[in-house]
């Protein structure tokens, strides 16, 4: 099977993280398309995956954009259509990843007559999206689509309650490696010293610093707890959220947290990185589509506390694997944070469970083996 990646984006977002193991076991038989260049076709071309950046202009449309700019936009992308036609007639199907993506895989997919598979990442509601961007993605995946693939069973509610048809989606959480999660003792207390948090207790947060993924829920929680607990705030304004990262270090000052909020940037060793976590959170404001995060931290061993929303109510249970906390209540975040200081037995084997059940449920072998029996249907049925 000869498959077409299309991904808008040239930085590695959990989206992308997904796609590079999906792409993975096909090998030279398939060919990832990029709207943008950057890291993310490093770490392609890192593992081996074909790869090919098709745009040279960014498009210009963001999730909140109205009519005007998506109509302008399409001139803007004809070109890059073009360029993925030519491609596609090698290949025998169109996987868009982005929703960028699915616009340029869509208009293709009906030139080169190869089927559309969409892998919807987000939770297509008004919280995430201006009402045009739901309206034409929706119409182009009931119209183009022979299958979406949804990250968790929140967006494919999402993408039902907003007018998908229910025939075409399949839920596919994310897969994981477990064997990348397992680190080394010494390098981890040496991370922890390097660091300079020996004796602190550490609470990690990963995500790319962004309004929605509620980094300032944890600085507000930090607030209410002890001296010896730390923030690790692991990521960086991807997609150009510099404002919001201008708020959080004045935060910070304002609460006289300088000590005790670390802004690590942008990093490739999260294993590692969790590994020196006594507790990884999660503080996401509005629904979390999946959280690649929230089953990492598991892998890792390590309890997790999560916003109770969207799919990372599929992933955690609370006191089980993990806890859930309401969305933007740092207090509760502070009690949860507080009653972990206090239960070091209960959270240890808190984090095991997480561990053992995460690696058989998220397993990549399996997860890509059930993609793969989805595309030869398609492939069957065109
Ligand atoms: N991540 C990373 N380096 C960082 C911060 C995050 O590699 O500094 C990775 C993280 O391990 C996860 C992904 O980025 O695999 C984020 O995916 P998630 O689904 O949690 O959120 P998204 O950003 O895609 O909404
Ligand atoms: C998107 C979502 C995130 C999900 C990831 C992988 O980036 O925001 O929740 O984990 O895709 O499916």
Redesign the pocket.
């Known amino acids: 099977m000869k498959i077409l990646f299309l991904d808008q984006s040239g930085k590695?977002?959990?989206?992308e993280?997904?796609l590079l193991d999906i792409a993975k076991p096909y090998g030279q038989n398939a060919l990832v398309g990029l709207f943008a260049d950057g890291d993310f076709r490093k770490l392609l071309q890192e593992n081996q995956i074909p790869v090919e950046v098709l745009a040279t202009q960014a498009i210009k449309v963001s999730k909140q954009s109205g009519l005007f700019p998506a109509l302008s936009s399409l001139g803007q992308i004809t070109p890059l259509i073009n360029q993925v036609v030519h491609r596609a007639k090698k290949y025998d199907l169109i996987y868009a990843n982005t929703q960028k993506a699915l616009v340029v895989g869509a208009i293709a997919s009906f030139f080169a007559r190869r089927p559309l598979v969409y892998h919807l990442?987000d939770i297509l509601s008004q919280e995430h999206f201006s009402k045009t961007n739901l309206r034409v993605a929706i119409n182009l995946i009931n119209r183009c689509a022979a299958l979406v693939i949804a990250n968790s069973q929140a967006s494919k509610t999402a993408f039902l309650q907003a007018g998908g048809k229910p025939d075409l989606v399949q839920v596919v959480y994310?897969g994981f490696a477990a064997k990348n999660y397992e680190v080394d003792e010494l390098e981890v207390s040496n991370l922890k010293e390097n660091l300079g948090l020996k004796d602190k207790f550490i609470v990690g947060h990963?995500?790319?610093l962004?309004p929605w993924?509620g980094q300032h829920i944890l600085i507000d929680a930090l607030s209410q707890c002890q001296k010896n607990v730390i923030a690790m705030l692991?990521?960086?304004a991807?997609f150009g959220e510099y404002e919001y990262v201008k708020d959080l270090h004045q935060k910070v000052t304002a609460l006289g947290l300088e000590n005790r909020v670390k802004f690590?940037?942008?990093?490739?060793d999260?294993p590692q990185l969790m590994a020196v976590c006594d507790l990884v959170a999660?503080t996401s404001t509005a629904p979390?589509?999946?959280?690649?995060?929230?089953v990492?931290a598991m892998l890792c061993g390590k309890p997790v506390v999560a916003a109770q929303a969207g799919g990372a109510m599929e992933l955690v249970e609370d006191g089980v694997n993990g806890f859930l906390v309401t969305p933007g209540e740092s207090q509760e975040l502070a009690a949860v944070i507080h009653n972990c200081l206090q239960a070091s037995t209960k959270i240890a084997n808190i984090g095991n469970y997480a561990r053992i059940s995460a690696s058989q449920r998220f397993d990549v072998h399996t997860i890509n083996q059930q993609i793969q029996e989805l595309l030869k249907l398609i492939i069957l049925n065109k």
């Open positions: 590695p977002g959990g989206a993280l997904c990442h994310n990963f995500s790319r962004s993924k692991v990521g960086d991807l690590l940037g942008f990093r490739a999260i999660h979390e589509p999946f959280g690649r995060v929230i990492e």
